[in-house]
């Protein structure tokens, strides 16, 4: 927490140095006073500040409404946030190619949308845009990095389950070879095992690669599962910012409900 001019205390997300071995100078997104109005002048966002740091999973929860998803697109440009609000590695994200930035900072949805085509073509089309072609063995790659089967290559994406086709989305993604992974409940149509299936392929990004992810979900449990850091968005403010095994100790009324209720 930091304490401005007004007394009014702004929530960042700041790791201890010590358990995680970052600290706010290596934070990867940088949100500052980032705001957002509906066409009819309602808040969405109002002045949403956080630190992202580094290799770390960083989970969003609260109430249905409350600004997770419109903040998530913010952070890729989906919709573009007033200049001087988030930043990447320091830059402010207005000043970057937006499709340099996409490739950076890459996004999973909650239903998989994929192209017309084998699963080996989806995997290929982000590449294929900058003229790079993957070969077989790169793709097979790709495969074995979301958990699915080489055998699935030249599979028709209607054909697969949605677990596979989210898999599958995950590996399009991947190709790009982002930084940064923005996930947008991205297992709430899924079954249990299909679940546990991309969580633990998240965690093993985190781990091996050191993938920073920003990660809403209105699954409590989940969060606690993989996340290192949960940020409570409550009325478009975050409210709180805390390691998944404090939520018990959020303070805002509104948190502490919402945790209640969800648990």
């Known amino acids: 927490m930091e304490t401005n001019q007004d007394g009014v205390r702004e929530h960042l997300l700041v790791v201890d140095v ?9 934070a990867k997104i940088q949100v500052r006073d980032l705001v957002r109005e509906s066409d009819k002048g309602v808040a969405i966002l ?23 998803s419109t903040m998530l697109r913010a952070l890729n440009r989906l919709w573009e946030p007033p200049k001087a609000t988030v930043f990447l590695d320091g830059e402010d994200i207005c000043d970057l190619d ?25 995997i290929r ?10 070969s077989d063995n790169e793709v ?5 990095l979301a958990d699915l089967d080489s055998s699935l290559i030249n599979t028709p994406g209607n054909e697969l ?13 991947l190709a790009n070879e982002p930084e940064v992974l923005l996930l947008d ?6 079954d249990p095992i299909s679940t546990q299936n991309i969580e633990d392929v998240l965690v093993k990004l985190k781990k091996n690669r050191g993938m920073t992810m920003v990660m809403v ?24 910012v805390l390691k998944p095994d404090q939520l018990s100790e959020a303070k805002h009324p509104m948190a502490q409900r919402f945790l209640q209720l969800s648990s």
Do not use: C, W
Request: no cysteine; charged share 20%; glycine share 12%.
């Open 161 to 173: 389950s949605v677990g596979q086709a989210q898999r599958v989305a995950l590996a399009r993604t």
């Open 98 to 122: 937006v499709l340099g930035l996409r490739r950076k900072v890459g996004m999973l949805f909650q239903l998989p949308a994929l192209f017309e085509g084998t699963v080996a073509e989806n």
């Open 125 to 134: 089309y982000g590449p294929q845009l900058r003229g790079k072609k993957l």
């Open 185 to 190: 409940e991205p297992t709430s149509a899924l």
């Open 140 to 144: 097979y790659k790709l495969l074995a």
């Open 18 to 26: 010590d358990e995680y071995g970052h600290n706010e100078a290596e």
């Open 217 to 240: 979900s209105h699954s409590i449990k989940q969060i606690q599962r993989i996340a290192d850091m949960v940020a409570l968005l409550v009325n478009g403010e975050i409210v709180e």
């Open 46 to 68: 109002s002045k949403v500040n956080v630190d992202i740091p580094k290799g770390v999973i960083m989970g969003v929860i609260g109430p249905s409404g409350s600004g997770k």
